[in-house]
């Protein structure tokens, strides 16, 4: 008797710099909300066809982590030039997690 499928996955992403104004000139706090760019990296780790029993399916169990590093990049800006602010959100913290999923064949 198997007692599944290990798989494993690492990924990684980057995204360059980016602004979130085209008109400089109308965006005062360009600069203050630009994203300098970004690198992620995530990591799955799975166990399939854990097999449950004649006629009851398979278990699939999942341990996964999302920005391993941490990293504070900004997720996206928006300039009120005319108002005197300009506000910035992030992208989400370090996160952990654990998926369990029933499949039926």
Same mark, same amino acid.
């Given at each position: 008797m198997s007692l599944g499928v290990l798989s494993a996955r690492l990924d990684y992403s980057y995204r360059s710099e980016r602004y979130f104004n085209a008109v400089p000139r109308a965006t005062p706090f360009l /600069?203050? *909300?630009? #994203?300098? &760019?970004?690198? #992620? $990296? &995530? @990591?799955? *780790?799975?166990l399939s066809e854990i097999a449950l029993g004649k006629g009851a399916g398979d278990? /699939?169990?999942?341990?996964? &982590? @999302?920005? $391993?590093? #941490? /990293?504070d990049d900004v997720n996206s800006g928006i300039d009120f030039g005319a108002l &005197?602010? @300009?506000g910035v959100s992030y992208v989400m913290p370090r996160r952990f997690g654990i998926d369990v999923k029933m499949v039926y064949r």
């Open positions: /600069e203050q *909300i630009r #994203d300098p &760019g970004q690198h #992620d $990296l &995530g @990591a799955r *780790i799975t278990l /699939e169990v999942s341990v996964w &982590g @999302a920005n $391993l590093t #941490d /990293e &005197g602010f @300009a």
